[in-house]
């Protein structure tokens, strides 16, 4: 069955450095997300990209994040100047076209920021 | 805006035994429901889907929902629960009256059902 595929599974890293949470989205898709879990709270939207650009964003996706699909197929979150408060699980997702179509996610990627 | 209640933290059953885990939601006009399954250090699980039609869906692994728009709810459940359903559930919702690129997903805040042998 097909997937959604993130990397790295686990980062760490300092306050103030950049980092890149990478997604490959199911192949035929057209629309993907990005959504995060902080530990122990809900799982909050961050931002929806179809045709090359953001259709979607929350109050959470400030300046300091940024979405890209560089190649045919990878679909990347950039967080600038990472904040302890940026500690928490991101997960990709994509889906097909169609109002009822299903939103499949990955298996997430845990940031934590020291 | 639209809004999901999952007014359980924590729902125990034994083995064998039936299953409910509530949610109830808000939206202004129909709603596209959803719900998810999160195993331990795992990603979120589609397991099924309200969209139109039959107010009875049924899901992956025996799971079913019921969609009540009365009682604007959608609880989950499952007629004989196994050891292996334990995990986090979430419930979410998006509404319909959302242009199709937008599918803004809002969750619940999961509910973890611990299935006891």
């Known amino acids: 069955e097909p997937e959604v595929t993130q990397t790295p599974s686990h980062q760490v890293t300092q306050m103030g450095q950049e980092v890149i949470l990478r997604c490959v989205p199911i192949?035929?898709?057209?629309?993907f997300y990005w959504y995060r879990q902080i530990l122990g709270q809900k799982v909050e939207f961050l931002v929806s990209f179809y045709n090359n650009e953001i259709s979607e964003k929350s109050e959470i996706f400030d300046d300091q994040f940024s979405v890209e699909r560089p190649d045919g197929s990878n679909f990347t979150l950039k967080i600038r100047s990472t904040k302890l408060e940026d500690s928490a699980m991101y997960f990709c997702?994509?889906?097909?076209?169609?109002?009822?179509?299903?939103?499949?996610f990955g298996e997430g990627s845990w940031l934590t920021v020291v | 805006a639209q809004s999901v209640a999952q007014p359980e933290d924590q729902v125990n059953v034994a083995e064998g035994n039936p299953l409910t885990v509530k949610c109830t939601y808000s939206?202004?006009?129909?709603?596209?429901l959803f719900w998810y399954v999160q195993y331990p250090n795992r990603g979120l699980q589609f397991l099924l889907k309200?969209?139109?039609?039959?107010?009875l869906v049924k899901g992956s692994y025996g799971f079913e929902a019921e969609f009540n728009k009365s009682q604007t709810s959608f609880h989950l459940k499952k007629p004989s629960a196994l050891v292996s359903d334990s995990a986090l559930y979430f419930c979410a919702v998006r509404d319909w009256a959302s242009g199709a690129g937008s599918y803004q997903l809002t969750f619940g805040k999961g509910t973890k059902l611990s299935v006891i042998p």
């Open positions: 192949s035929n898709h057209l629309y």
């Open positions: 997702a994509s889906r097909d076209t169609g109002r009822g179509n299903t939103i499949y």
């Open positions: 939206v202004s006009g129909n709603p596209y």
């Open positions: 309200y969209i139109t039609g039959d107010n």
